[in-house]
Structures are given as C-alpha cells and as structure tokens.
C-alpha cells in the first residue's frame, strides 16, 4: 500500500520560509518521479516542483529562486525549501508521484 505524509506546513509571515516533507511508504522515492503541487481557494492544483529519478529538478516560474525540492534517499523523503514567502503561496501543498497523491498539508503566508 502505497502512502505520502505531507508535514511542515503552517503560518508564517511574508518573507518567512518552511519546509515541507512527504514521507513515503509503498514505493522507493529515488526510483520515481515526485512532484509537489499546490491548491488555493478557489482555484485549480497546479504544479509546483519536480524531482525526477536521476535527481534533476524543475519549478513553475514563479517559485523559481525561492523554491528547492530535494530528496533524502535513506528516510525515503521528499523536502521543499521554501524561501521568501509570499502571500500569494498560500494554499495546500501535495506530493504525488503517479498516480497517488498525499492528503496535504496547508501553507499560509500573512502579509
């Protein structure tokens, strides 16, 4: 059975920063694609983050040079950096690696 455990989210004020991890089970996080997506009020889940099996990694543009999202292959976990937070980042955060999502976790950043 597969699970992603989504943790770390928050309050925290403009500029502040978190990280969140996704702690997997079921599955080897260094033998697939993971993603972080994200899902405001109101508003579809778009794509935030991706680290594929050979560790390259990819973002949206508008967390690019804020964002981070790395692997720990012993703890079996996927992080995401987030630096210079913006209200607008507000929203929960999941970690999906096809096809199975994690619950989420909420982010929220105050002005």
């Known amino acids: 059975q597969v699970q992603l455990v989504e943790s770390g989210g928050g309050l925290v004020q403009a500029g502040g920063s978190l990280r969140l991890a996704c702690a997997a089970s079921?599955?080897?996080?260094?033998?697939?694609?993971m993603y972080w997506y994200r899902q405001a009020p109101g508003k579809r889940r778009e794509f935030v983050a991706i680290?594929?099996?050979?560790?390259?990694?990819d973002y949206r543009d508008s967390v690019k040079g804020r964002f981070t999202i790395s692997r720990d292959n012993a703890k079996n976990t996927v992080y995401l950096e987030m630096n210079s937070l913006k209200p607008e980042d507000t929203a929960v955060y999941y970690c999906y690696t096809e096809p199975f999502w994690g619950q989420g976790t909420q982010v929220t950043v105050s002005s």
């Open positions: 079921g599955i080897i996080v260094s033998s697939n694609a």
């Open positions: 680290i594929s099996r050979a560790g390259s990694t």
